[in-house]
Structures are given as C-alpha cells and as structure tokens.
C-alpha cells in the first residue's frame, strides 16, 4: 500500500453524495502483485460466471452480466493480507465515525473479459443481505477512454462516467446507488465487495 489513506474525507463524501473516488488506492507494484494472482487464479480456470441474485436466489442470466468472478478469502493468498488489513482499517473507522455497525465483508476479483458489462443495478438484493457499502478497486493498466468497460454511476444529480483506472477505489452506498458497467473491448480487473452488517442471534 502507499502511505495511509486518510479515509474521513473519503468517508464525508460518500455521506453527502452517496459515492467517492480514490485515486492511487495502492501502488504500481502492488497493483502487479494482485493482478499476478488474478492471473494465476484465471488462467487455472477457477473464475466463474457470475449471477445475479443473493445466494438462496440465483440464476444465471448472460443478458444482464457478463464477468467472471472468484469469491476471496482471506487466506487464498499471503499477498491480500495488505488488502485486508486497509479494509479491516475502513470498517474501524467507519464505525466510530458513522456509528455504523459493519462486522462483515465479502470481496471478489472480478474479470470483464471483451464484450462483457453489467447492466443497471442496485448491490443490495431485494432479500437484504446487509450489503451497506460497495468497494471497487480497479486493477487494470492505464485505461483509454476508447476501451469502455466504463463504470457510469446515476447519483440524483446526474450521471457520471468512472474510467476503472490502476488503483483508483470506489465506495458507494450499495442500497442507493444506480449504476453499470459499460461494455469493455479490453480485458477489464478489479476486486469488487461489500462491507455488510451481519445480524447475529442474541
Ligand atoms: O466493476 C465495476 O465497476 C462495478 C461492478 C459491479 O457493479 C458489481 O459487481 O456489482
Ligand atoms: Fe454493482
């Protein structure tokens, strides 16, 4: 990672415009490391196709997405530690500054290959998973405005177009905010996650 990112102003724009925009999330070569992992997990053949819908509800449906993903954990390779211990270092601060109650996270590399996109959506499903914020690190190499695979967002004040550049980050409140991803020409990389609260029994 680079020097610390000081998330509160991050943290205040995601509350009065419903998103934010990081650039340089991570270094170049640390951008090299995960996108060599990504590499190593795909050309094994591990990436699946993604569906839509939470996990008691999915279907596949290649008119509305087309990426592949493999689901993290956190132990599938010593090189994430660094991912996780910055987003272990958001939820903290999200939750004593926001009073939230985040105490869980789901991350997934997410590979567009050409031709592929998302159509418009909202993250949290229809049965609620808990889903409060959406995370998106993009793990591509310098992105033309010609390759597509744009990220358009639909905030209320109008839309807004994202290039998924190498190490920019996106949060945005998963339950509010409209968006898709456009379709790409080019091989397109990023982990895609959801900082959730999980209800537990008493
Ligand atoms: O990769 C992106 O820019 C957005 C991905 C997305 O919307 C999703 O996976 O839910
Ligand atoms: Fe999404």
Redesign the pocket.
């Known amino acids: 990672m680079k020097t610390k990112i000081d998330f509160l102003p991050l943290i205040d724009t995601v509350v009065e415009n419903g998103f934010a925009i990081c650039d340089d999330f991570i270094s170049s070569d640390y951008l090299a490391k995960l996108r060599q992992i990504i590499d190593n997990h795909y050309l094994e053949g591990e990436f699946k196709e993604?569906e839509i819908g939470d996990r008691f509800n999915q279907t596949k449906v290649k008119s509305i997405?087309k990426?592949k993903?493999l689901w993290l954990s956190r132990g599938l390779n010593t090189d994430l530690d660094q991912f996780y211990s910055e987003i272990d270092r958001l939820i903290s601060v999200l939750n004593r500054y926001c009073f939230l109650s985040i105490n869980d996270c789901e991350f997934?590399f997410?590979v567009?290959p050409p031709g592929a996109f998302?159509k418009r959506?909202i993250?949290q499903f229809k049965s609620n998973d808990g889903r409060l914020l959406?995370v998106?690190l993009?793990l591509n190499e310098f992105w033309e405005e010609n390759n597509g695979g744009e990220?358009m967002i639909y905030p209320e004040s109008g839309p807004i177009k994202?290039l998924?550049q190498p190490g920019r980050l996106?949060l945005f409140k998963s339950d509010e905010l409209p968006?898709?991803?456009l379709k790409t020409n080019k091989s397109?990389y990023?982990i895609?996650g959801w900082l959730k609260h999980k209800h537990t029994p008493l």
């Open positions: 993604a997405r990426d993903i997934h997410a567009y998302y959506h993250d959406t998106i993009y990220l994202v998924p996106v968006h898709e991803v397109r990023s895609t």
